[in-house]
């Protein structure tokens, strides 16, 4: 039933064409309320992630599932106390079903098209029936500590195929931009059935011996014109791979690129190889177009098939596992040492001594060490 109401605004002596008609509200309720509707606010409730157990981890890696699988690799990255001795379980328990892929390492200087190459790579080997993931590390901010991690967006086909597996990781500070437990999260992705893993990594220079020490093939992508910002870091980084990528050889670059692979080649000669029994080589690609990308592969497939047949590639496995366990001994005491309550009480005024000049950097080290080691100098 309508009802006609004049507004407060209107004159004293207005007729009908001031009136307002007032509808009434929908008897019952439209959207299944009654016809009396409760004004109390009810709190949202909000459903918490379920806890996983062991097994649930387990058994979701080695089933694949992508959310299990994703939610495995963020305990194993986590550096809470309460994450440690779960995560290492589930590693233990995952290691017989690892080691069945290929790692490969690959950087590259900036703007050489290293995310654009591995999605063509990844792409081409998924629609071979591989199962490909990729460990893109992206660098951490040295004031925030953050990252962007934005591996996945410059990878948009590659992270829709069903094969395929793309994990972007903060690097942390450590060194070459490799995150701190990137073995392990290559272990739990062979586990999970990946037969080639892409370690993708941040920046070049000699620090990237760290990607060296735990892949099987270290691929180094370049592009011609880059000048003598090269000059600087070639050596040390062609000691460490075994192929060199000479990206972006299309259209009017290609000419450029083919001179500069036959450069990289005659480097590459005078240098020890990376690989006992395997000579690092160059060659041209274009990521755009998907040129050169097959044999890319083919030359992976026969440093594998050369490398298992002399032992290298067995050998070198064993090698990082023993080097593997070495650095987390460091890590482990560096976190301890900083963690220890009488070495942070003592750092401030070791600070401020240093500063003034009343102690030397060594006598500093020297305290700090009978502290963590409670030794009364």
């Avoid at 990878?155 to 060194?175: D, T, V, W």
Wanted: glycine share 8%; with cysteine; charged share 20%.
């Amino acid at each position: 039933m309508s009802k006609n109401k004049k507004p407060e605004w209107v004159p004293e002596n207005a007729n009908e064409q001031y009136t307002t008609n007032v509808m009434d509200g929908v008897q019952g309720g439209h959207d299944g309320l009654g016809q009396t509707v409760s004004t109390v606010r009810h709190n949202r409730v909000i459903k918490r992630r379920q806890t996983l157990s062991i097994d649930d981890y387990y058994n979701g890696v080695i089933e694949n599932n992508l959310p299990v699988v994703a939610q495995a690799i963020t305990l194993i990255e986590s550096n809470a106390k309460k994450h440690f001795d779960i995560s290492q379980e589930l590693v233990q328990r995952l290691l017989p079903h690892s080691g069945n892929s290929i790692r490969i390492g690959i950087s590259g200087v900036p703007g050489a098209g290293k995310s654009t190459l591995i999605e063509a790579f990844g792409l081409m080997l998924c629609e071979q029936g591989h199962k490909v993931a990729v460990l893109a590390v992206d660098p951490s901010s040295s004031i925030t500590g953050g990252s962007i991690l934005g591996d996945k967006t410059r990878m948009e086909k590659l992270s829709r195929h069903q094969n395929a597996f793309i994990r972007p990781s903060p690097s942390a500070g450590m060194l070459g931009g490799v995150a701190r437990k990137s073995r392990e999260t290559m272990l739990l992705c062979e586990a999970a059935g990946y037969d080639v893993i892409l370690v993708e990594t941040v920046g070049v220079g000699q620090n990237e011996v760290t990607v060296r020490s735990m892949v099987d093939f270290f691929l180094l992508v370049l592009i011609t014109g880059a000048g003598d910002e090269l000059q600087g870091m070639k050596k040390g980084v062609m000691e460490i791979c075994d192929c060199i990528a000479v990206n972006k050889a299309d259209g009017d670059n290609i000419i450029r690129a083919k001179s500069a692979m036959t450069e990289f080649n005659n480097l590459l000669h005078y240098l020890r190889p990376a690989t006992e029994g395997w000579a690092s080589r160059a060659i041209t690609c274009s990521a755009l177009y998907q040129d050169g990308i097959e044999e890319l592969w083919h030359l992976i497939e026969t440093f594998r098939q050369t490398t298992e047949a002399s032992g290298v590639y067995a050998t070198r496995r064993q090698q990082q596992t023993l080097e593997w366990v070495f650095g987390m001994v460091i890590e482990q005491l560096k976190s301890r040492f900083y963690s220890h309550d009488g070495v942070k009480r003592a750092i401030p005024q070791l600070k401020t001594d240093l500063i003034s000049g009343e102690i030397t950097a060594t006598k500093a080290v020297t305290q700090l060490m009978a502290i963590f080691d409670e030794v009364k100098l």
